[in-house]
């Protein structure tokens, strides 16, 4: 009873793998796909009893030999309960024409047919990339792995007829708040993006902050303008320090040169008056008019400068005179005596 049971769950799962990876040949030529590095079982067309010999064939080389009560090659894990061929681990080496071959008796059944088997790499899970395109946003479906991939779009997970290619464009303003995700598949594997949504504008913006144009201009533009009328800005600051401060420096320099003039200017002004003082003090040796001098005072200076012994009788001595001195000689070389003063003539006065 067990061994009908699981005869039966065997043939219901090998005719619902025949009708799901089983197919008609196509224009690559292959009867089924398999996954790579996955398990796959090839169909026997045939109801198989016990009594009969089964035989696969892989290309031209038997993989597998059955008898009545013993396997000649191969091995019980090797096939299903009704003789379907279960291949393992997947790879390009056993991708090719799969041929079932079953005697009763001695005596062939007939031609089964064959079935070429083909290895995919199956897809990996795609993600959806979005470029902003003002006025317009740009959705790609980028996929890593997967041998001949195929395409389809979903809006609010409802599949977008038509939309068949890795790429999809919209108008931004329609698409404000949809989700999309893109779904790939191939002949072993199927795998679908998680939702995304545009970010081109965020709220009740527009345009995206990336693609804004201000007055027709992007805003770009305008921003590299206003740095570089800053930087001009900037350069004009630093040239008009600069000349502020050279001219206060020369304006330093100019000041200090006239204080140095103005002092040696008055310390010539008062040499000038030291020379000018020293000429009318007349000292020895002058030979110029003499100073109208009280008798007095000459008295007092002839006294200091030959004072007299006074007489036993009290009664001063006459001084005696003084010898009569001899005419100097003319010397040419002497220097010139200045002119004498000339008296100041009156004129009339100024009114």
Known sequence: MVMMKMAAFSNAAALLLFFSVFAPADSTGCDMYGAAKAN??????????????????????????????????????????????ILKNLDQSKEGTYTPEIYEDGKSKGNMG???????????????????????????????????????????????????????????????????????????????????????????????LLNREIYGINIWILVGSGGGLVLVLMILVIVCCIRNKRRKRKQLKDEEELRLQLASANQHHHQHQNQHHHHQQQPAGHTGPR?????????????????????????????????????????????????????????????
């Open 114 to 208: 064959s079935i070429k088997l083909c290895i995919l790499e199956p897809v990996s899970q795609p993600q959806v990339k979005i470029q902003c395109l003002s006025p317009s946003v740009k959705f790609t479906c980028a996929v890593d792995k997967g041998d001949n991939p195929t395409f389809e779009w979903l809006q609010n997970s409802k599949i977008l007829a038509n939309a068949k290619e890795p790429f999809l464009t919209k108008t931004v303003k329609a698409v404000e708040t949809a989700t999309f995700s893109c779904k790939v598949s191939n002949k072993v594997s199927s795998m679908t993006s998680p939702d995304v949504k545009q970010n081109c504008i965020k709220g009740s913006d527009s345009e995206s």
């Open 40 to 85: 796959v079982t090839v169909p026997l067309p045939y109801n198989l009893k016990k009594s009969d010999h089964l035989r696969w064939r892989h290309d031209n080389s038997i993989i597998l030999d059955q008898r009545p009560n013993k396997f000649v090659k191969g091995s019980l894990s090797d096939i299903t309960e009704n003789g379907s061929l």
């Open 291 to 351: 100073q109208n001098r009280s008798r007095q005072q000459r008295n007092q200076q002839r006294n200091q400068q030959n004072p007299t012994p006074d007489h036993p009788n009290g009664q001063p001595q006459p001084s005696p005179r003084r010898p009569a001195q001899a005419p100097r000689p003319a010397d040419t070389k002497e220097e010139q005596p200045p002119p004498l003063p000339q008296p100041r003539k009156k004129g009339p006065r100024a009114p």
